[in-house]
């Protein structure tokens, strides 16, 4: 699918060093053999590039064009509906199993089996990504929803996707229109609009050609962004789990859950090594059902609880160690390993000074990094 297209000269070497540097994170994170289609452009606040989002195609005979990607998704899509209807059917005792459907279906629409995401930020010289998982990208899983809700506000039409825009890894939008009336939709969380209506009017208009070319001069000679073979990263930590912050149905009230599925991740870590309660009734992988088992009851029903997350405005970072360090350490959720959690190691510059974050990592230990999200204040 591509909604918008980049061409002139140095427009077309940045995408091109993106594109090496990605399919080289593929490799690195579900191994060789897998290739990157040439990656989705996503405008800024600013009306120029933010951020390039690729699909990985991890099986293969795959189809790579957009079309037929998006009708294995309606396929997932359809069943989904229909479990949706047996849950506003059924018997309230046969909700609980009507939900589970609906969860399973909605995750069966990302074919996190089949697919890969890669985000990347529009600049080549910062080669790492922003965010990387198993599954489709947004902009293919929640694009028929998307169409579903515009109708909703703007009325009957045909729907037209005038651009993606990104505000953060974790705030994607497309600005569609119907007969002429514009509506910013929210990619992750399809129908629910900006948070702050003010942002409606403050994406800029998509920049010409020549500007964003101007634009672009600044990053230099994009194929010197390019490291030696030997110098992408110092250490990968690749058994680290991969939950997703948006892994619920389109009608739960769950807004983001960064800081739990984070804090999740590591925790998911530590069950594979040596600390095996942490999920409950199976390892990292085992997905069970909200408010049961498995991965899912470990996020979003222990750790965001002690964490005291809220699905409008998510968790505060000052409460991100008293979650893990609650889950861990409390009988109450089965668990007593005394674990000791910090959540002072801070940077003002962490841009320029990493060498803390580095040395956790170098020396095999996950951690939740958090950062502030450019237009409101939570992390």
Known sequence: ????????????????????QTQKWADIHWGEGHSVDAGQVYYGLDGYP???????????????????????????????????????????????????????AFAAMRYDDDYGTIVMNIDPNDPVPMKFYNGLPPHYVALEDMKDFARDYLGEGKVKVKRLLFVSFLDMYAEVSINGQTRIENLL???????????????????????????????????????????????YISSVPDYNSVEQPK??????????????????????????????????SYRG???????????????????????????????????IRDVANDTSYHNNYNFYVSNGIRYSSAGNDRSTYHG??????PLVYTSSHPDWNYG
């Open 1 to 20: 699918m591509a909604v918008s297209s980049l061409s002139a000269g140095n427009i077309a070497e940045i995408l091109k060093t993106r594109t090496t």
């Open 50 to 104: 933010a951020a390039l989002v690729y699909t990985v195609f991890r099986q293969p005979g795959l189809a790579k064009d957009g079309a037929a990607i998006l009708a294995r998704v309606e396929q997932m899509r359809a069943l989904r509906d229909a479990a949706e209807q047996r849950y506003i059917d059924s018997e309230e005792s046969a909700k609980q199993a009507a939900f589970a459907e609906i969860d399973a």
């Open 189 to 235: 969380r399809p129908g629910e609009h900006m948070q702050d209506e003010s942002l409606q009017n403050r994406f800029a208009a998509t920049r010409s050609e020549e500007a964003i070319e101007a634009w672009l001069e600044k990053f230099g000679d994009a194929a010197e962004a390019l490291p030696p073979d030997d110098e992408w990263y110092e250490r």
């Open 251 to 284: 009608y739960s009230s769950h807004r983001n859950g960064c800081g739990p599925a984070a804090a999740g991740n590591v925790l998911g870590y530590w069950d594979d090594h040596g600390y095996s309660k942490l999920v409950d009734g199976g390892g990292s």
């Open 289 to 323: 059902q909200r408010g049961v088992d498995g991965y899912l009851n470990l996020v979003w029903d222990e750790i965001a609880d002690a964490m005291g997350y809220n699905p409008n405005y998510g968790t505060y970072i000052s409460m991100l160690d008293n979650g």
């Open 360 to 365: 956790q990592v170098n020396s095999g230990k």
